[in-house]
């Protein structure tokens, strides 16, 4: 069972364009994670949210997490090529496990 | 700084063959991890330990098994290994469980091809 669905699963864009990858679910989370990953290494984390509603920014990416706590999404403003990865949504409920989202390819076209 | 070491980074099996993964932080976290990556599936998570001493269930454990060995190493052993066990291994760890939003770290992935 995929709890977290991620959209879109892949986006090729220029240099210097904006995007937003969406994490979206059903089910109701204590905190949510991102993660970015690169070819041949683990995912490394971006940030984690806990709070409905919540915003935070980290230089040119903004993460929000949804007011219900179902969906977050993660926004990228002129986007540079060293942007390009896996980014990863990951969602924790009260519980020791963490439920991945499927994954959304970025590739940032210099 | 090694922080997550997962050994061996490659491995090709034959269908039935016994192989185990290794891993090991050195952070002192308590919760390791460990899940599977395929292409448009994300990570689903095989096996965790919330602390030394115990093992659970993830959302995908049939055909694996666990040992955590001790605070420092988590190991992941197929015992007969299936084609559809082909995949990209990682290991996290934790200074806590994920109840306590607290990041995981990752390895590097243990590439696994099963013939």
């Known amino acids: 069972t995929q709890l977290l669905e991620q959209s879109p699963q892949f986006l090729s864009i220029q240099e210097g364009e904006n995007l937003t990858v969406y994490c979206n679910s059903s089910?109701?989370?204590?905190?949510l994670q991102w993660y970015r990953q690169e070819p041949g290494e683990g995912p490394v984390l971006l940030v984690t949210?806990?709070?409905?509603?919540e915003v935070k920014k980290l230089k040119r990416l903004t993460f929000q997490f949804g007011d219900a706590r179902k969906d977050s999404s993660l926004h990228i403003t002129a986007a540079q090529p060293g942007d390009t990865g896996l980014y990863l949504c990951?969602?924790?409920?009260?519980?020791?496990?963490?439920?991945f989202g499927t994954g959304t390819s970025l590739t940032v076209i210099p | 700084n090694a922080g997550v070491t997962q050994t061996p980074k490659f491995q090709v099996l034959k269908t039935g063959q016994s192989m185990t993964l290794q891993c090991a932080q050195d952070?002192?976290?308590?919760?390791m991890y460990w899940y599977r990556q395929d292409p448009g599936m994300g990570l689903r998570l095989i096996y965790y330990?919330?602390?030394?001493?115990?093992?659970d269930k993830g959302e995908v454990p049939n055909g694996y098994n666990v040992s955590r060995l001790n605070k420092r190493e988590f190991s992941l052993r197929l015992e007969s290994a299936a084609p559809s066990q082909t995949s990209v291994y990682f290991c996290?760890?934790?200074?806590?469980?994920?109840?306590?939003?607290?990041?995981?770290?990752f390895g590097d992935g243990t590439r696994l091809s099963i013939l």
């Open positions: 949210v806990v709070t409905g509603g």
């Open positions: 990951a969602g924790s409920n009260t519980g020791n496990q963490f439920y």
């Open positions: 330990s919330a602390s030394e001493g115990t093992t």
């Open positions: 996290a760890s934790s200074v806590l469980g994920t109840g306590n939003n607290q990041p995981q770290h």
């Open positions: 089910s109701v989370f204590s905190s």
């Open positions: 952070m002192n976290h308590n919760s």
